[in-house]
């Protein structure tokens, strides 16, 4: 939290009370933009789970019997698009709230909840919310079911799979290496960027000689040298003599 | 001849050449008989060819299944095709407890999710004892440059995975319906199995290499050092000791897969680049992806007919 | 024979042949040297064997990509070698050309050492060499393996068999006729075999040509030829055999065609593998590794020791020179050698998976082996050329078809 400079309120101010309160949610509305983007993450871990937005800490939502929040979310100026959110691929499907309307049910509802193909709303937590990647992915869903595209995964975004804003990132959890180089492996996305992978090639055992081996081999090739020499000496000192 | 000649001897109209015995009226006798002759077999010939609307002809289970009846077919003669050649009557020695059920296994690999991680490699090292220090691994994933299967370029030892600008294949025994090694084994140390895998026999086997000679695919890999595998690592149901000097390759994880299981690299892959299952049941992933996408082979000039495909 | 050689002093009958053991006992020093220098490496070559089988592979150069090694190449150069010798002694009933009778004990006993020595090589490989038996019990028809090792089995005891009946003169000229007969056709069969061990791969490509069979007839029959006037001249110089001057130039002749025929099937599989219309990237890239690779070394050796050695020859004038005829065969023993070796290195340079592999090059173990087995020939035949009636006697030059099969053994010219 960066070091907010707010004016303390010891001294009131010349106005009167109408003015007072405006200048407080002033105050308010510029400590709500400095709280850092860092606490708005969708799961971009290398660890393979998708973790979620802690929603309720900023917006103490409490539900009515309808499942809708009992008092509309406040709405600062930049609305959904405050989570800083990075859309990738995604971002297809239009800019800035847009965008994020597409799949979640808007503000004066619930976003924590995701429209399905039918309209139900799915538990962006709880629910299966493979049916929401259905609405428009609906080939790639009946291979996902039937078990060609993929692994046998909860859902689409289960245990490291895809990513809902990043969906081109697929995770790979590391593994303990082969041959101890070391973890490598993190994120590899529909533009590849390239790692190291788990295993290196096996290089072929090296040809092995036994010492005693070499040492009897030298003292034979010797041996029979010097017996081939000892025939070949006479014959050409003969030539030499000649 | 003058024409002359040929004008004096020809004969009168209505008669035939001195000499000869051979008049108007036995000719036209000699036309009919062979117009009869040629009735006669002309007429059985009609009869016995099949109608041109045959197949409409016999009753087909609705107007669906001629739509499918392609699809069928070609997976039923791949299934036909891939018959036990040279099984001796009982599973290899390692397999005795599992033998082979009425399965027909089959893989498939989608190169468009392989990102060359490797870790199917590094599983099927530890399921199946290949020794640390043996210099080989069952899987070996190749690097191609896209535009073609050119193996020519292919990069085996790539240090960097997940290029873009490159896919990825990865290359095992293809447990082939016509293996040429099996063919070329003079001992039948190797035979298929009635379910499709390939084995090998470690007792038997003489070591000659013969099989390592003819695989297109580079599937067979030579044990010259004694395989060593930690203690801790081993798996019970795999051969170890026995491999010294015998040539091994991958058998779908025999010990898995006749279990209930799928193969080490199936379970490894984390993108789910490889499929393994049952032609048999239609509804096995590899029997719908054989169905539904385009499923090319490697090297398939070679006709050795390998039972692992590549979508994607 | 006749009584009266039986009763020479170290003449030994023994299956028929008399063994002159007591030429032994006459040879001199230096004779005893070079026996026993060979004995040493036939010695040290066991020695590497035993090696092997304790070690285990680790110790041969061989590696997954380049499966086969020395062995192999020596056993296509000693099998190929066998040919040449039969081919000659075969052609000397077959078709008549007698000039070459006096060289045939010598070209057969050549021929099996030679096949013998190769089997042994390909045993060495085998670390467990007891499991051939499943040869007999189970072959597979399918596997030329079991072909080319039969063949090769089978062949080395007809050329003993056939020495025999040339040496015991059993069965005169009718039964030598009959075994050439059989042991022509079934060298040609032997060489198909072994070239039909490469030959029969999809799996590698520069080896999977029709044409494997004729270039190893042709290279089989050179060689042997060559191989076959050296240790002629070698008889001769240290009085084994005598032989004419005109039969050593009627037999470079017949190597001068053959060697031409050799280069020529050559050339025509290099024109295969690089011409546009039938150059594939499979062939092109593996036999660009013997042109200018890491084989060039060994491979164009082969067509410049081989050219050299067919330029020697091609000219009528000087083809009687014996250093001429010598330099020639030498030249192209040496050439078939590294043929032999780059042949299966072509198997191998670049693998199925297109992967580039290492060059083989032997190791310790695998060196020594195959200069035992080289001994082991070698002290076969030196032996043998003491203790063997290798001279074909004069009588035999005449022997007309008249003679009564079966008929009394001809008379020793000694």
Redesign the interface.
Known sequence: MGATRVRSAARPPRGGPVKRLVLLLAAAAFAALLLPAATAFAGTASTGTLLFYPCTQCHPVSLDAAGKPSHPLPITFKGFEGHGIKLEAHDVLGTGEKACLVCHDDAEHNPGLLHAVDGTLIDVKTGDIAKLCQKCHFQKYNEFVEGTHGKHMASCVAAGCHDPHTPNYIYISPLKPFFGTGIQVKAVGLRRAPFTPVMPIPVQPPTTNPQWFVIASIVGMVVAILIFGGLAAPALLERLKR | MSEDKLRDERPENGTAPEGTTYSRRSFLQGIGVAAGVVAAGVIPAVLTAPPASAEEATPTAGAAASATDGEEDFIASIIADDKPL?Y?GRPVYYAKDFPAGKQKWAMVIDTK?C?????C??AC?KENNIGR?????FI???EMEPGGV?????V?????????DKWYMP?QCMQCANP?CV???????TWKEPDGIVVIDYD???????C???????AR??????PQVPADERNPLVPVEEK??TPEKCTFCIQRTRNGKTTACVEA????AR?FGDLNDE?S?VA??LK?RHAWRLKEE?STEPMIWYVG | MTDAKTSQPGIKRFIGIDWNIGALKTAGSRYWAFVTAVSILVLVGVLAWVMVLTEGGAVMAQRDGFTWGFWFSNYMFYVGLAAGGLVVYASVHLFGAEQFKPLSRLAVLLAGVLTMAALLGDLTDLVRVWRIYWFVVTPNPTAIFVYTGSAAGIYMLLCFVDLWVLITGKGGEKLAFTMTLIALPFAIYLHTTTAFVLALNKSRELWNSAVMVPIFLTSAVASGVALLLIVAYIMQRFNVLKFKSSMFRSLSTLLATVMILDLFLLIVEIAFVYWPTSAKAGHTLRFTEFLTGPYAWIFLPVLILGGTAFALLSRRKTRHIPAVQITASALYVVAIFFKRYTLMSMGFAIGPLGQTQAPYLPSLAEGLIALGLLSLGVLFVTLGAKVLPLEVPEDEHHAAHTLPAGAAEPEVAQ
């Open positions: 040279n001796p999710a990102v060359g991680c490797r870790k490699v590094y090292v220090n043996s210099g080989f691994t070996q994933v190749l050119d193996l020519e370029s292919a085996l030892d790539y240090k960097e995975a997940g290029r873009p290359v040429p063919n070329g084994c003079p001992v039948k140390a038997k086997c003489i070591g000659c290499r013969n390592m000679i003819t695989c297109p695919y580079g890999h030579f044990n010259w050092v004694h010294a000097w892959c984390p993108v789910g499929k509804n992933e719908i992806l539904t070679d």
